[in-house]
């Protein structure tokens, strides 16, 4: 069974930063492609960046000026830096796996850590 849980998040003033980690149990953690998304008050969920299996990563729009996703292999871990935070990154964050091939082909969410940047 595939399990992804997030952690990390919390309270911030503007200006700070936040380290977001997601690990993964039950699959493969290579041949994937891992992801991060957020989900506002209100919004849709969006993508915030994507890596893949040979470790290219990509981000939307502004995204890549203050968010950088990286991988720990061996820790089977995903994590995602936000530096510095806005107001606007508050939300639900959400660690996504899209598994292309083979028996637990899908895609799979985390339940998601709270990020809110606040004075």
């Known amino acids: 069974q595939v399990q992804l849980v997030e952690s990390g998040g919390g309270s911030v003033q503007p200006g700070g930063s936040l380290r977001l980690s997601c690990t993964i149990s039950?699959?493969?953690?290579?041949?994937?492609?891992l992801g991060w998304y957020r989900q506002a008050p209100g919004k849709e969920r969006e993508v915030v960046a994507t890596?893949?299996?040979?470790?290219?990563?990509n981000y939307p729009g502004s995204m890549k000026e203050r968010f950088s996703i990286t991988r720990d292999s061996s820790k089977r871990t995903v994590f995602l830096q936000i530096n510095p935070l806005k107001p606007d990154d508050t939300g639900t964050y959400y660690c996504?796996?899209?598994?292309?091939?083979?028996?637990?082909?899908?895609?799979?969410w985390g339940r998601g850590t709270q990020v809110t940047v606040s004075s």
């Open positions: 996504n796996l899209k598994i292309p091939f083979g028996p637990a082909r899908g895609e799979y």
């Open positions: 890596i893949n299996d040979p470790g290219i990563t």
């Open positions: 039950g699959s493969r953690f290579d041949a994937h492609l």
